[in-house]
């Protein structure tokens, strides 16, 4: 490859992209010059401006035309474009949550937290758009790596360690498993990117290679289902959520779980949803989509289940995630026309309300070091203003009407039964599962304004967290009561049609 | 904004007046309270007028747009008001302002967040009966399970956080189903509503309403509630703080009744004739199964519960009938133990404040110490049992005499349990006023003021509607028949 080809590429579509990339890149450099005394956590003020930066480059492109630079392995499309918000806005509030967490006698190594979540970052958005397997496996580690070393960062902390080490190990298994299937797909196709391997695959289910295409999809998904924590891959979520630094935990549930659908989208859409399905009249996609409906069922009934016998605040919310993260492959088995969309819109009601728990358990879980749900004991008197707060993420995560949860799982729900046969049976299974979530929100809010505390002291706010709280609580309140104002700007920048279109071709 | 809206969010100037008063000055904040309850009250005395001088009183705005293109789904902002969700609103802000005056004695601890709370039930069940939208009808129903769980579990008695869980989760299941009724219903039509939807939903698939009609009626049946929906609502009415039984079994629990009026037969018309022998028996079941259970409780509250359940059988009755008696009945007997649960709670407040007690063994010959009390426990009784000249009455009256045209032998059995009600109705009425009791202490407190004028509120509303039910016909007779146009009849 000569420079003038290197040159013909529309580079400057990868602004937001190198945007990361330079901050990163400065703040490794800064923290390997700069002398000891410098407050690393400055480092934070930048990454969030870089992140800003990248936020307004990627507006500009907004109703751009798609197109593919670097061979056809990296496209520009409504459906990245729209999910790159959704990864650079969770990752904002994640610095800001960050920049006041403190832990006794772990002041070190502040700076690498910094670009190790930029770099993650950059990782989610490359696999938001990649157009080819290699790409996407890069943006896949590349994501995946420094997630492993921020959920260790503590390195005297042995639970950090453990939670680091089961989250390397686990993690490294499922690539291997993804990593399979990716290569049953070449196999098959002679081909990494996507476009010709939808080619290439179209007649498979004519030919006796069906089952192959079978064990390509089936594995896949199974690598996959690793990085967004449904079943079978769930067990390591409550274990490396309890023992990273709640930061960590907050990256983990949000930017990679978004990261992960959105992997899963693009290569199940693009590569199966185009080709014959096993039985007449339908997609190859539609033929195996009940597994996954299979699994999501089994997702959300596990999740919170066994969430309602959890009392360690971080393990709870670990469950309570892998239960979301079932109620958003929902929209995927659904097949709707609506389906991008609702997972789009509760991509960002759950990053809202997640973030906005964290928050509040950042601050309870420093103040009085513990995570076990009685820190919540009492906190209406203590602090009703948290407790207020508090009310608000919960009643969204159970999905109560008046919250951006409800409008999501609404979005959800029409989707799904707008479809011809309507799936009744998920929809119902996701209803039910929800009901039992209430029993564990709800606990906390038996918790927060029945009991009495056991501490009496006040409870300061440091601004940062104050500023993701305002921000999760509007965002929450806003998506709830007036929805449109996020929905109608979406339908106006982003077509439906462009977009489904743009992921079957 | 017109004065429906105003009246629906009405409860919010309350809830704000109330956070800004000092936390610690109890009076304040009772004060604050019940004025904030009685500013809904006069604006649905308002939307009454302008109801009556035939003013336009329904809005529309568009809320939300899901989807786009071939796909789209507007969900409008709509509210609208017919007869009979006019006499629910009346009810619910003439209960809910009786409650939170009594609530000022009757309440121990923290006024300032029982009102706030109080008040926000009473927007949900507001916004319920005001809308006139499948979506926002969800929403102001889900909008009483928080406060309602709250109130519960704080203000209430011995095992109040079980009921309170009890609530959830029954409550949450019912509104599941009712959800994905809803869900589907706008799903296939396109539109949310309840209007367009009463000419659009006969013309689907017969399974498909078939389906959605057995989802709504669990959907209220457990707000009803249905046998063997009713475990919950049986800890509530005993475990919860009276002043808030007093709107939970006085309008909470009428949004069962109205669900299946304004859905059932307004949607299924078709599937509730040809239901009505199965809803007919269901009703008769609660009338006989609460009437039997109520006969051997000891306990006062479990058995107002259970008189509950066995009236809300008469709602069921007058609802399978499909005629135009029936229905009535329904009505009439949805208002009617609306204004004498709340009487009745009003009183078990009072006595439980008195003498600490509700078990009947405990409370014998209270005529002789608290004549005026005793007198009006009575009256409810009677008024309960169904006696002329007495809300009841009319109601059961009109149920049994629809059934009575449709279903004749169901009818005859279910009369067994009118006369069920006199006898465990007197049964615990008699013994507390004239059985053999205690001797109470002497400073009994009789009656006082703010608790006389709201029995006699409620005591003259009973007898008012006994008396001349032409105050509640009139207002029914054009939702009536927009109803019974759907059931051909």
Not at chain 2, 455 to 473: E, R, S
Request: hydrophobic residues 55%; aromatic residues 12%.
């Amino acid at each position: 490859m000569d420079l003038d080809t290197l040159l013909q590429f529309e580079w400057s579509l990868m602004a937001p992209e190198f945007t990361i990339l330079i901050v990163a890149t400065v703040l490794s450099l800064l923290d390997l010059f700069l002398r000891k005394e410098v407050n690393r956590n400055h480092f934070a003020w930048l990454a969030m401006g870089g992140i800003a930066l990248s936020f307004v480059f990627l507006l500009s492109q907004l109703g751009h035309e798609s197109s593919m630079i670097l061979f056809d392995t990296y496209r520009f499309d409504p459906f990245s474009i729209s999910f790159k918000f959704v990864l650079l806005a969770g990752t904002f509030l994640v610095l800001l949550l960050s920049h006041s967490y403190k832990e006794a006698g772990e002041g070190g190594y502040r700076g690498e937290f910094y670009y190790l979540i930029l770099i993650a970052l950059l990782g989610g958005m490359m696999m938001a758009s990649s157009a080819d397997l290699i790409t996407l496996f890069v943006g896949l580690e590349m994501l995946a790596i420094p997630s492993y070393i921020l959920a260790g960062i503590q390195k005297r902390s042995t639970r950090s360690n453990e939670s680091a080490m089961k989250y390397i190990i686990n993690g490294g298994i499922s690539t291997a498993i993804t990593l399979f299937g990716f290569s049953y797909i070449y196999g098959l196709t002679g081909s990494t990117q996507l476009n010709v391997i939808a080619q290439n695959l179209s007649n498979i289910t004519q030919s006796s290679a069906e089952g192959l295409a079978i064990m390509a999809f089936l594995i896949t998904f199974v690598g996959l289902a690793f990085k967004i924590s449904t079943v079978p891959f769930y067990m390591w979520t409550p274990d490396v959520y309890e023992g990273s630094p709640t930061p960590v935990t907050a990256f983990l549930s949000v930017v990679s779980k978004a990261a992960g659908f959105i992997i899963i989208l693009r290569v199940f859409m693009s590569i199966f949803g185009g080709i014959a399905g096993i039985r007449l009249n339908e997609t190859f996609l539609e033929s195996m989509i009940i597994f996954i409906g299979v699994l999501a069922s089994l997702t959300m009934i596990i999740g919170n289940t066994i969430a309602l016998r959890q009392r360690n605040m971080k393990r709870l919310l670990a469950y309570s995630s892998i239960a979301h993260a079932g109620y958003l492959l929902v929209p995927f088995v659904a097949l709707s026309p609506m389906a991008f969309e609702s997972m789009w819109f509760y991509m960002i009601a759950y990053m809202f309300m997640t973030l906005g728990a964290f928050a509040v358990l950042q601050v309870l879980i420093r103040q009085s070091e513990s995570e076990d749900l009685s820190i919540f004991s009492g906190l209406f008197h203590r602090s009703p203003g948290l407790a207020i707060l508090m009310t608000i993420f919960l009643l969204s995560l159970a999905g109560i009407p008046g919250t951006a949860g409800f409008i999501g799982k609404l979005n959800i729900f029409l989707g799904a039964l707008f479809t011809e046969p309507g799936n009744f049976t998920l929809v119902a299974i996701m209803l039910i599962a929800t009901v039992i979530s209430y029993i564990y929100y709800f606990g906390i809010f038996i918790q927060m304004f029945f009991r009495h505390a056991e501490f009496q002291t006040r409870i300061r706010l440091p601004k940062s967290i104050s500023a993701v709280l305002v921000i999760c609580a509007a965002g929450t309140i806003i998506l709830g009561v007036l929805p449109g104002t996020l929905l109608d700007f979406y339908h106006q920048h982003i077509d439906f049609n462009e977009l489904t279109g743009s992921l079957w071709k | 904004m017109s004065w429906l809206s105003l009246l629906v969010f009405s409860p919010l100037i309350g809830i704000l007046l109330l956070t800004i008063t000092p936390k610690h000055n109890a009076n304040m904040a009772k004060l604050v309270g019940v004025i904030g309850a009685v500013i809904p009250f006069l604006l649905s005395l308002i939307v009454f007028q302008t109801f009556h001088a035939g003013n336009e009183l329904s809005e529309k705005l568009t809320w939300m747009t899901l989807g786009q293109d071939a796909f789209q789904f507007t969900i409008n902002y709509e509210l609208g008001v017919n007869g009979f969700s006019l006499i629910l609103l009346l009810l619910t802000t003439l209960i809910s302002l009786l409650s939170m005056v009594i609530a000022r004695t009757q309440v121990k601890t923290s006024w300032r967040s029982y009102y706030i709370l109080c008040l926000l039930l009473e927007l949900g069940i507001l916004g319920v009966f005001a809308a006139e939208n499948l979506i926002l009808f969800f929403i102001f129903f889900e909008l009483t399970l928080l406060p309602m769980f709250l109130l519960i579990g704080k203000w209430g008695g011995l095992e109040r956080e079980k009921a309170a869980y009890s609530y959830l989760i029954y409550n949450g299941l019912g509104s599941a189903a009712l959800l994905i009724v809803f869900v589907a219903l706008i799903a296939k039509t396109g539109t949310s509503n309840m209007t367009e939807l009463m000419t659009i939903v006969p013309q689907l698939d017969d399974g498909f309403r078939m389906g959605a009609f057995i989802g709504l009626l669990l959907a209220f049946g457990v707000k009803l509630p249905i046998i063997p929906l009713h475990t919950w609502m049986v800890r509530v009415h005993v475990y919860a703080p009276t002043a808030l039984v007093m709107i939970h079994a006085g309008v909470l629990l009428k949004i069962g009744a109205y669900g299946l009026i304004r859905f059932g037969l307004g949607f299924f018309p078709a599937e509730f004739e040809n239901m009505a022998p199965l809803i007919a028996i269901l009703g008769i079941v609660n009338l006989l199964y609460g009437a039997f259970i109520a006969l051997v409780q000891q306990e006062l509250r479990r058995i107002l519960a259970y008189s509950s359940v066995s009236h809300m059988g008469i709602v069921l009755i007058g609802i399978a009938a499909v005629n135009e008696a029936g229905v009535q009945g329904a009505i009439f007997q949805t208002v009617s133990h609306g204004l004498i649960a709340a009487l009745f709670f009003l009183l078990v407040g009072v006595l439980i404040e008195r003498t600490g007690t509700t078990e009947l063994k405990k409370l014998g010959g209270l005529a002789k110490v608290m004549p005026v009390t005793a007198g009006v426990l009575l009256t409810a009784a009677l008024a309960s049992l169904g006696l002329p000249g007495m809300s009841g009455f009319v109601s059961e009256f009109m149920a049994f005499l629809g059934l009575f045209e449709t279903l004749p032998i169901l009818a005859a059995i279910g009369t067994l349990g009118l006369i069920l009600t006199a006898v465990y109705m007197l049964r615990a009425v008699l013994n507390i006023t004239f059985g053999e009791g205690p001797t109470y202490p002497e400073n009994l407190r009789p009656l006082s003021g703010t608790e006389g004028w709201p029995v006699f509120i409620l005591l003259g509303m009973i007898v008012l509607i006994g008396v001349y039910p032409t105050v509640l016909t009139d207002m029914l007779s054009t939702t009536l028949e927009t109803i019974l146009i759907g059931m051909g009849g």
